[in-house]
């Protein structure tokens, strides 16, 4: 037997790339303005940011609180450094790249640590601050598919065990439907606490 490396080109993937694409392009889009408001805070602590919208739907008192900077320095920054991984990994997969599934795992680990400091953050946002951060919530917006998706990949191709690649496939043709539902429970939330369409209404 050969031992050989596999010359086979690698699955492109070519929805889950696109995805990881367009969603690290927005997510550090998101977390580039944040960090440019977090400039200006520093520079004027009264400036208007664009991302004020009313009193609950703000960046403004996101970027103060002590959340904003949880890990001793403002959270924008580890999108800056995160999110260029799935543009250039996604970019990857559609040149067919074959990734071996220790960088796989890592990557999907990655995204874990994600959905479980968006899902902090949206929490605290909410029920601590009283905000509801436009550019938060499009970072919480790309990186629940991408999640999603990453890791239902790697329970279909086997690598959480064969165990999972049954269940991985179930759940495959539900992801639009899971982020739907996970975007409304942050929007619920929202709504519930901070009465967001009565102030959007109410600025009309």
């Known amino acids: 037997m050969s031992d050989a490396p596999d010359a086979t080109p690698a699955p492109r993937h070519l929805a889950l790339a696109i995805l990881l694409i367009v969603g690290g392009a927005l997510g550090l889009l998101a977390s580039f303005a944040l960090t440019l408001d977090d400039l200006k ?32 320095f403002p ?45 902090w953050l949206s929490f605290e946002s909410i029920w601590d601050i009283g905000t509801l951060c436009p550019w938060c919530a499009l970072v919480y917006a790309v990186v629940i598919p991408m999640w999603l998706s990453v890791t239902l990949r790697n329970m279909v191709d086997g690598r959480y065990g064969a165990g999972a690649v049954k ?32 102030e959007l209404f109410a600025r009309a």
């Open 41 to 72: 805070l520093l520079a004027n602590p009264d400036a208007t940011l664009g991302c004020s919208i009313t009193a609950s739907l703000q960046c403004g008192k996101n970027i103060g609180s002590w959340q904003g900077s949880v890990f001793g």
């Open 167 to 198: 269940a991985g496939t179930a759940l495959s043709g539900w992801i639009p439907l899971i982020t739907l539902g996970l975007y409304l429970v942050i929007a619920l939330q929202a709504q519930l606490h901070l009465g967001l369409l009565q």
């Open 75 to 119: 959270n924008p920054l580890l999108g800056l450094a995160m999110f260029p991984a799935p543009i250039i990994f996604g970019a990857a997969l559609l040149g067919r790249v074959r990734f071996p599934k220790w960088f796989w795992l890592t990557f999907n680990a990655g995204h874990w640590f994600a959905i479980a400091f968006i899902g």
